[in-house]
């Protein structure tokens, strides 16, 4: 399973880009990169999932480079709301299941 | 349609007490994890249930801890003679695992343990 290295905490102002990175040297070739989010006394909440390249969604988008080492999880514009803990998960789904969760980061938007 | 649900929301219990701690998944989603959360950790593995295969129980931290899910459904955490490390979050997740992904868990709102 492979281990994901990411920053403890993020400050930014409310309509501003934020990307956070996540490190996962021993990324496996079957490995998936998968970003969730969590509130405060709520359970995490997928946002989006990706496997090379650039993925985007409604909400974000995730940029991952050709040697996968690496990964940024973008969010456009964000607001207030967005503060939050995000976490940075790897794993191929179908035998992994047994992600390992980090500490996550801490995003702390400001007005 | 209803999400995942978890009850009871909060549960205070008496160092050596039982508890049981109860999740109803999504309807149709074959797979459920049962994770526990410490203040400011990330999540720690529990137990994970797919459709009729026996379940990975790998992850429970002693023979305190156990788990059964009925009728492909419903699931029940039990800890037996609660300690005061127990106390945490437990959170409920399930999912479709549908092949090629995306390989998305949809968790319950947890249930908050406190062993006084």
């Known amino acids: 399973l492979a281990k994901t290295t990411q920053p403890i905490s993020m400050d930014s102002y409310e309509g501003q880009e934020v990307n956070i990175t996540c490190s996962h040297n021993n990324i496996a070739t079957n490995d998936y990169i998968t970003w969730y989010q969590q509130f405060p006394s709520q359970g995490p909440r997928f946002i989006i999932q990706g496997y090379k390249t650039k993925v985007t969604n409604e909400v974000a988008s995730l940029f991952i480079p050709a040697d996968r080492k690496s990964s940024t999880l973008s969010l456009p514009r964000v607001s207030l709301s967005d503060t939050a803990v995000y976490y940075c998960l790897v794993g191929d789904m179908d035998s992994n299941y047994q992600l390992i969760w980090g500490a996550g980061t801490k995003l702390i938007i400001k007005p | 349609g209803a999400g995942v649900s978890q009850s009871p929301s909060n549960k205070v219990t008496e160092k050596g007490k039982d508890v049981e701690l109860r999740c109803d998944p999504i309807?149709?989603?074959?797979?459920l994890y049962w994770y526990r959360q410490s203040l400011g950790q990330g999540l720690e593995f529990l137990i994970y249930f797919q459709g009729n295969s026996a379940p990975d129980k790998s992850g429970l931290p002693s023979d305190r801890f156990s788990a059964e899910r009925t009728g492909g459904s419903v699931s029940t955490l039990t800890i037996q003679r609660t300690q005061q490390e127990d106390s945490a979050v437990y959170l409920c997740?399930?999912?479709?695992?549908?092949?090629?992904?995306?390989?998305?868990?949809?968790f319950g709102p947890g249930t908050r343990l406190t062993v006084t």
């Open positions: 309807s149709g989603h074959t797979a």
């Open positions: 997740a399930s999912s479709r695992l549908l092949a090629g992904g995306p390989y998305e868990q949809y």
